[in-house]
């Protein structure tokens, strides 16, 4: 119990954007992200580009679409976009943007036959 009451602390601690770079890191290294994907993917300039606000914030709609149409610009350009795909495509993320894609298009890729599904050329 502790420990949770010492994480909690330390991420009051921790400014937003600096939260939303621990997150993505966290999420990339934890769930086994090769490591050229932590030391070269561009979203680890601006993570929170790419992971949103934190739980506790609400973000509108308008500015999500904002948010995530500019995170996906700077995948077009990212040297590890393909390898960001394919990591999630195995990891399936809840949320963020991964390559260019939303948590729920990949989720929709990922979906069984038969599934309504989008094609990884009809986001891009």
Same mark, same amino acid.
């Given at each position: 119990?502790? %420990?949770?009451?010492?994480? %909690?602390?330390?991420?009051?601690?921790?400014?937003?954007?600096?939260?939303?770079?621990?997150?993505?890191?966290?999420?990339?290294? !934890?769930?086994? &992200?090769?490591? %050229?994907?932590?030391?070269?993917?561009? +979203?680890? $300039?601006?993570?929170?580009?790419?992971?949103?606000? /934190?739980?506790?914030?609400?973000?509108?709609? @308008?500015?999500?679409?904002?948010?995530?149409?500019?995170?996906? !610009?700077? +995948? &077009?350009? +990212?040297? =590890?976009?393909?390898? +960001?795909?394919?990591?999630?495509?195995?990891?399936?993320?809840?949320?963020?943007?991964? $390559?260019?894609?939303?948590? @729920?298009?990949?989720?929709?890729?990922?979906? *069984? !036959?038969? $599934? /309504?599904? =989008?094609? *990884?050329? @009809?986001? $891009?």
């Amino acid at each position: 119990m502790s %420990h949770d009451l010492t994480a %909690h602390a330390r991420q009051a601690r921790t400014p937003a954007r600096d939260r939303g770079a621990l997150t993505l890191l966290a999420a990339l290294t !934890e769930a086994g &992200a090769p490591r %050229h994907l932590v030391g070269s993917a561009a +979203c680890t $300039a601006d993570p929170e580009l790419h992971t949103g606000p /934190d739980a506790f914030d609400e973000e509108p709609a @308008e500015e999500r679409a904002a948010r995530e149409q500019v995170a996906r !610009e700077v +995948c &077009a350009e +990212c040297p =590890v976009r393909v390898s +960001c795909l394919f990591y999630a495509l195995d990891a399936r993320p809840e949320a963020g943007v991964w $390559a260019g894609l939303t948590a @729920e298009e990949i989720a929709a890729m990922t979906a *069984p !036959e038969g $599934a /309504d599904s =989008v094609s *990884p050329l @009809e986001v $891009a």
